[in-house]
């Protein structure tokens, strides 16, 4: 059967799907008409988060069977339209935790040790020692917004850190076992009690706006709040109002409501550090994401054919 493949994927994932004698066709930049276009005649569209599938995409299409997501969330899918025209999706939440999480403490690092803004001073040969007072994680309380499998790797790594971690996550009818050491609390509490928020939630109607204005009132002014999950999930003037007032000390975001941002007000505040949305920019993670949407797809498709 033949497979698009948009957003680019590691060659290892094309030669897997080639090898169960797939046709991989490599297209980039397509949205809209121009996708349509594209997936005529095919069965499989594997995508990461740049491509758009929308239901007037998936209403187009003749022979699409099954769709996957390189990556974590599925906002950019319209699974209600997918449903409709019996489209199998798919993602791979697993393969990026790890390299998710580790951005989330180099994001905090970096925050909390003016590390960009010391590095740019001493490349102009200002040596600012003094300017940069930082503090350290360890002692700390980490909250955690969703406590799936990226929730879960920041946990373990806090715990290296000497933080104390809390966690808030409804959508689970069942802690994890192993993880007695996270208490969970209620979302008012967690926003009360954490020093450094991090967010791990999808981008849903549920979710989206869910940290506002009331929200940030809750947390406090020498808190820091880290997002490498979805921009949508913050209200970003709101946002921007808490740090810009002081009642809030800092941000680190790697993620947006409209990505690329723009000229977003909050990247000129000097308590922001912003990153294009890296989370899951590692070698070792499009790899694995690319083999297992690979894998997915290529039972999706066998399913189909039987």
């Not at 995508?47 to 599925?74: C, H, I, S």
């Not at 979805?230 to 921007?240: K, S």
Request: glycine content about 10%; proline content about 5%; aromatic content about 2%.
């Amino acid at each position: 059967m033949r497979v698009l493949v948009t957003d680019g994927l590691d060659p290892a994932a094309l030669e897997r799907l080639r090898a169960a004698g797939h046709e991989a066709v490599e297209r980039s930049g397509l949205q809209g008409d121009a996708l349509v276009q594209a997936l005529a005649g095919c069965e499989g569209l594997i995508v990461r988060g740049a491509t758009k599938v929308t239901g007037e995409v998936l209403r187009a299409t003749t022979t699409l069977r099954a769709v996957v997501r390189a990556g974590t969330g599925l906002d950019n899918v319209d699974l209600a339209a997918a449903k409709e025209r019996g489209v199998a999706v798919s993602n791979t939440p697993a393969a990026n935790a790890i390299s998710v999480a580790e951005l989330v403490f180099g994001l905090a690092l970096a925050l909390e040790r003016h590390l960009v803004p010391a590095a740019s001073d001493l490349r102009r040969g200002h040596w600012e020692k003094s300017k940069y007072p930082g503090r350290e994680l360890c002692g700390r309380t980490l909250g955690l917004l969703g406590f799936g499998r990226i929730g879960r790797e920041v946990a373990l790594r806090a715990r290296a850190f000497g933080m104390d971690v809390i966690a808030c996550d409804p959508v689970l009818s069942r802690w994890p076992a192993g993880y007695e050491w996270v208490p969970p609390v209620t979302l008012d509490e967690l926003l009360a009690q954490a020093d450094l928020l991090s967010l791990h939630v999808p981008l849903t109607p549920e979710t989206k706006g869910a940290i506002g204005a009331r929200e940030l009132a809750l947390m406090r002014n020498d808190a820091i709040l880290v997002n490498c999950a979805r921009g949508g999930v913050v209200d970003e003037a709101a946002l921007h109002t808490a740090l810009a007032s002081g009642a809030l000390r800092g941000a680190a975001l790697d993620v947006f409501e409209k990505e690329p941002p723009g000229g977003l007000p909050l990247l000129a505040l000097a308590n922001v550090i912003a990153t294009p949305h890296l989370g899951a920019s590692t070698s070792e993670a499009q790899r694995r994401a690319g083999l297992e949407a690979a894998e997915i797809m290529i039972e999706a498709l066998a399913s189909a054919r039987a």
